[in-house]
């Protein structure tokens, strides 16, 4: 805490010095990206992705289209140190378990950006019962996403609280002047296996369907829009057979009002639903879930002069749930809104500076019949600074954030970035940075449910938890060779992490309580290699150790294999418009809290894809996911195993 305190104290005098040097750094980055895709998650200003001074992985569309995986989720466990492989790649499947670098991605360890904004998702994106108050990725269709920019490490100085391990921004499809449509769906099957509250999976082989269609283009002469809808239905992941569906419609217009004043506004709503009779605990009960999600944004861009911009953005977000479930709490209702504000200012001062400040509101209201009414507003200030030296080889990024929150006070989140390019095409990046997770409404409610074979309840009492993390990573690119290697390791301590407890009551019953209990010791190495064998081959490899523990107890954390192995086969004839994958992917054994043994146990699957072009704007695929039904061991969960979809899309 000492180090926090003299750390931001430096940063804040550094922030009022005067600084000097030369305007060519920062002219020529913009000028030589203007026509290349530009990645702005990292440092919320624009850099080709090969010179982010923040490890920053972009996933692109063709990258996308490429996979054979059908949710965002499904994408990011190709990266090293995501693991959700205990995730099925389903519309609505619960997400648990899945961790980013030993922290669990759903208690909100991770944020989660739709077009730099920050989302929130109860039941309908795959939380498992946080009604609005747990995060998950899959808040957008993947037939409307255009790229996900990925960024590992501590990201709180400039995001504040949850982005602990990291920050992931889902980027939809933009309007622009040329007129663009599409449409497509795919139908397939998959089988389950399993067993839940010792119910095992009946009605085995099960079916999926999906369809999307998008419209963008101009309006105006200066006026711009985009409209998209998707449906996607499946027939669940419970012990039976349920009818599963989301829809999502997706609109938003932009108006390029001068050529320094852009604005862009939108309106988002989703449409979850999922129903069936479940036969836990030896009954047989009707089991409902509803959630309707509307959301609303606006942003606005203003720039001054070439070197001084302005940015204002905000959104209001609702969800209000619907819930009988007989087994974890009856009846339950909530409704959750989120308001948020924020100004950008970002400006080129003494010639090498680029200066980038901002404030934030944030609101988030909790109501529900199964806990009590809560409220909390959050205010921030940030600042951050770009500082090129030694002829541009050496970029340092500053950065200092200031928290204000009525429920669970002041914190203060440092952080310093920088990148070493000693030659042309080696990359050296490092960082380390303060991080908090802030308790959530529902975690600080005191009011005391049945969750069906135990009470919960939270806890007023509890404060943030906080991290500090550094890392450093090593990319070499070989071009003559078409290699390109990269290597990171990090580090991280987290203080005071919010974890739940089990009590037992005087009159025998569990309680399960949130409280300030454990620290985590994380540390790990992330490796990738790229190969482009020849002009239609590649192969991408990846590996990630993670050594995740209880500081306390020196005992492994949940749901992180030590290891994790993948491989990727592409093979892309563009002549004749046909290609196809080849994809493999192994983790040893997880801890696993729910059951004995106490681990699950080491998991490998295969998955492939072929696709052909078809009458010049049309394509057509088949895919596979876990191709040799290999079983999920000791998860206590239903998960599917063989998955096989045909689909056609088409760009208009």
């Known amino acids: 805490m000492i180090c926090k305190r003299i750390f931001s104290t430096v940063l804040a005098i550094g922030f009022l010095l005067p600084m000097s040097g030369r305007a060519s750094w920062a002219n020529n980055r913009e000028s030589s990206t203007a026509l290349e895709t530009m990645v702005v998650t990292a440092t919320k200003t624009p850099y080709a992705p090969e010179d982010v001074p923040v490890e920053t992985i972009l996933i692109t569309r063709e990258e996308i289209q490429r996979s054979n995986v059908k949710t965002i989720a499904g994408m990011l466990d190709e990266i090293p140190g995501f693991n959700f492989s205990q995730q099925a790649d389903l519309t609505g499947a619960m997400g648990y378990k899945n961790t980013l670098r030993g922290l669990n991605v759903e208690s909100r360890r991770m944020l989660i950006l739709v077009d730099g904004q920050r989302v929130f998702g109860g039941y309908h994106t795959g939380g498992m019962s946080g009604g609005g108050d747990a995060f998950n990725v899959n808040v957008v269709p ?103 569906f989301k829809n999502y419609l997706h609109t938003q217009l932009q108006l390029d009002a001068t050529d320094d004043f852009t604005l862009r506004g939108g309106a988002e709503l989703t449409a979850y639903e999922a129903e069936g009779k479940t036969t836990l605990l030896g009954g047989l009960d009707d089991d409902t879930m509803d959630e309707l999600v509307p959301r609303f944004w606006l942003v606005g861009n203003y720039r001054f002069n070439a070197d001084h911009r302005l940015k204002v953005q905000g959104y209001v977000q609702r969800l209000k749930g619907d819930i009988f479930d007989p087994v974890n709490g009856g009846g339950q209702d909530y409704n959750v809104s989120y308001k948020d504000l924020e100004v950008q200012y970002t400006g080129r001062f003494f010639d090498k500076h680029l200066f980038t400040a901002g404030v934030e509101y944030l609101d988030t209201s909790f109501k529900g019949n199964w806990v009590e009414d809560g409220d909390t507003a959050t205010v921030s200030v940030y600042a951050q600074d770009e500082w090129p030296l030694f002829d541009d080889t050496l970029v340092l990024i500053p950065g200092l954030r200031f928290d204000d929150n009525g429920d669970y006070g002041q914190e203060w989140s440092p952080k310093l970035n920088l990148m070493y390019t000693p030659f042309p095409r080696t990359r050296i990046r490092g960082g380390l940075g303060w991080t908090f997770k802030a308790p959530t409404v529902r975690e600080l409610t005191g009011k005391r449910f049945w969750m069906g074979n135990m009470w919960a309840e939270g806890n007023p009492g509890l ?140 998991f490998t699957t295969v998955g492939a894809k072929v696709w052909k072009n078809i009458m010049g704007n049309g394509r057509i695929s088949l895919e596979a996911s876990n191709i040799l039904d290999e079983a999920l061991r000791d998860a206590m969960i239903i998960y599917p195993r063989q998955t096989v979809m045909a689909r056609v899309e088409f760009d208009l």
């Open 142 to 244: 993947v037939s409307l996403v255009e790229r996900i920019e990925v960024v590992k490490g501590p990201a709180s100085a400039l995001y504040g609280s949850d982005a602990v391990s990291g920050v992931i921004n889902i980027i939809t499809k933009t309007p622009d002047k040329n007129f663009y449509s599409a449409v497509g769906g795919g139908y397939g099957w998959y089988t389950v296996d399993g067993t839940y509250y010792g119910a095992a999976a009946k009605e085995k082989t099960r079916s999926a369907y999906n369809a999307y269609t998008t419209v963008a283009g101009p309006v105006t002469e200066r006026i711009s829009g985009t409209l998209s809808f998707s449906h996607e239905a499946h027939d669940g992941l419970k012990e039976t057979k349920y009818t599963v």
């Open 463 to 602: 404060t943030p938890e906080n991290g500090f993390t550094w890392q450093a990573c090593v990319e070499q690119e070989f071009p003559g060779q078409g290699l390109i290697l990269g290597v990171t390791y990090y580090n991280t301590r987290l203080d005071n992490m919010i974890d739940t407890q089990l009590d037992v009551l005087p009159n025998g019953d569990w309680l399960m309580r949130y409280t300030n209990r454990d620290d985590a010791k994380i540390q790990g190495i992330e490796a990738t290699v790229n190969f482009q064998i020849m002009d239609p081959l590649s192969l991408v490899l990846t590996y990630t150790y993670a050594d995740a523990r209880d500081a306390g107890t020196d005992e492994r954390l949940i749901n992180v294999p030590e290891h994790a192995f993948g491989a990727r086969l592409d093979y892309i004839n563009r002549a004749a418009g046909f290609g196809g994958m080849l994809s493999l992917s192994h983790t040893t054994d997880q801890k696993n809290p729910y059951g004995p043994p106490g681990y699950t146990q080491k």
